[in-house]
């Protein structure tokens, strides 16, 4: 089993920028795939970003050059920081773990919202 711990999120104004953490309880050598997915009301859970143990990236194409997605495999950890933020990026974003064995982990969510 694999724990989650999301930090950072809030409200930001358009233009604005956010940054998203998450901790995971597991040795970097479990772990495939590490990234970010966001639900807005209403709609289905999307991808966000999400970056493989070879450190292959992959962005939703509505984030691609104002999102950045990194990782730190000593702290184990994946980060995105988000940038010129728009309203139509509110949403909870979900921290999300793929293992070598393919078992997919989520965290609890935190709220992103872009508002004036």
């Known amino acids: 089993q694999v724990q989650l711990v999301e930090s950072g999120g809030g409200l930001v104004q358009p233009g604005g920028s956010l940054r998203l953490s998450c901790a995971a309880s597991?040795?970097?050598?479990?772990?495939?795939?590490m990234g970010w997915y966001r639900q807005a009301p209403g709609k289905q859970r999307e991808l966000v970003a999400l970056?493989?143990?070879?450190?292959?990236?992959t962005y939703t194409d509505s984030v691609k050059g104002r999102f950045t997605i990194s990782r730190d495999t000593a702290k184990i950890t994946v980060t995105l920081q988000m940038d010129s933020l728009k309203p139509e990026d509110t949403a909870v974003y979900y921290c999300?773990?793929?293992?070598?064995?393919?078992?997919?982990?989520w965290g609890q969510g935190t709220q992103v919202t872009v508002s004036s």
């Open positions: 999300y773990v793929q293992t070598i064995t393919s078992n997919g982990y």
């Open positions: 970056i493989t143990s070879s450190d292959r990236i």
């Open positions: 597991t040795s970097i050598f479990n772990i495939y795939a």
